[in-house]
């Protein structure tokens, strides 16, 4: 999705100030993009994989301060395309793999992130923006809304959601095959999700496509009230003609008032004017209510006259 990668960019620009946070962005990043495997004699394995550059600097940006051994590598492959793997190298430093939540204190593989590094409401927003960068897609602004993490487990799924509410955003989830969808179809929980994790650019494109979206809905829907109000004035004018015509063939019509003969005649020379152009076209003009009462009268006296 265009419009996903286009929040990513965004979002790999933002390099955290305070240590806390970049650990907890780094984390994010990590189970949302990362593969970890645990070889012979305890050696662990870490792969960052990830479509766009941008986002594997934003990696290696992170990495930094830790003064780990990593490189970045191109790969190609079916039906992906062209992806970005940021690999530690050698025998990735355990102490960091703990510090970013990958190994617990037992220095045991653990796919969620321990509280420690969620603590803050700050670092709870590193987390989710790192997270979004690794598994996040957003549908384009105007298409039918749909903003989701893909992840590995139940357990990180489980945690996602909560981090979220955390937050303020109401997520839901689903089982999609192998993985576990944390979504939503909100409109404004996408929108609020864009400004939390500080993508403010693609918020701002998202607001001017839902304001584009519902002034279109209103003119629709104005439209339509249009014609069912056309729809509605010519069934009206219909009837009302139906009756004066009745009611000139028939003995009832020289016993009306001259107003109703008016209105009646009105009608019938102008059967397809609105009941306002009609009460102008009268001479001398009539209001638009007291033209409506004259020709209620026409119907009810024409609808009472048997059939010629």
């Known amino acids: 999705m265009a419009f996903s990668r286009d929040v990513k960019r965004e979002l790999a620009a933002i390099v955290p100030s305070e240590g806390h946070c970049r650990r907890a962005q780094l984390s994010g990043l990590l189970f949302g993009a990362g593969t970890f495997s645990m070889g012979a004699g305890g050696r662990i394995a870490v792969r960052v994989t ?3 550059p941008a986002v594997a600097r934003n990696a290696l940006a992170l990495l930094r301060p830790y003064e780990a051994e990593a490189e970045l590598r191109t790969v190609s492959s079916s039906p992906g395309g062209r992806r970005y793997e940021v ?3 050698g025998e ?3 102490q960091l793999l703990n510090e970013a ?3 617990s204190d037992a220095m045991q593989l653990h796919l969620a992130a321990p509280g420690r590094i969620v603590e803050r409401r ?3 927003v590193a987390f989710v ?4 960068q690794g598994c996040g897609t957003l549908s384009s602004p105007g298409a039918p809304v749909h903003v989701e993490f893909t ?3 139940e357990e990180l799924a489980a945690q996602t959601q909560t981090l979220l509410a955390r937050v303020g955003l109401d997520f839901r ?13 909100r409109s404004d929980t996408a929108a609020d999700l864009l400004a939390v994790l500080g993508a403010h650019d693609a918020r701002l494109r998202w607001e001017e496509q839902a304001v584009v979206g519902e002034m279109r809905g209103r003119a629709n829907r104005l439209a339509n009230c249009d014609e069912a109000n056309a729809r509605r004035a010519a069934a009206a004018g219909e009837r009302q003609a139906a009756a004066a015509r009745r009611l000139r063939a028939s003995s009832v019509w020289e016993t009306m008032p001259a107003a109703l003969r008016q209105a009646a005649d009105l009608r019938l020379e102008h059967p397809y004017l609105s009941l306002g152009e009609l009460a102008a076209a009268a001479d001398p003009p009539l209001s638009r209510s007291a033209l409506n009462r004259r020709l209620r009268r026409v119907v009810e006296l024409g609808e009472a006259v048997a059939p010629p």
């Open 101 to 103: 939540g990958v190994l």
């Open 151 to 153: 992840l590995a487990g």
């Open 129 to 132: 923006r790192g997270l979004f």
């Open 50 to 52: 990830v479509s766009l």
């Open 92 to 94: 990735p430093d355990l």
């Open 173 to 185: 989830l689903a089982r999609r095959g192998r993985n576990v969808a944390c979504y939503s179809k």
């Open 122 to 124: 700050c670092c709870v």
């Open 87 to 89: 690999v530690l190298g």
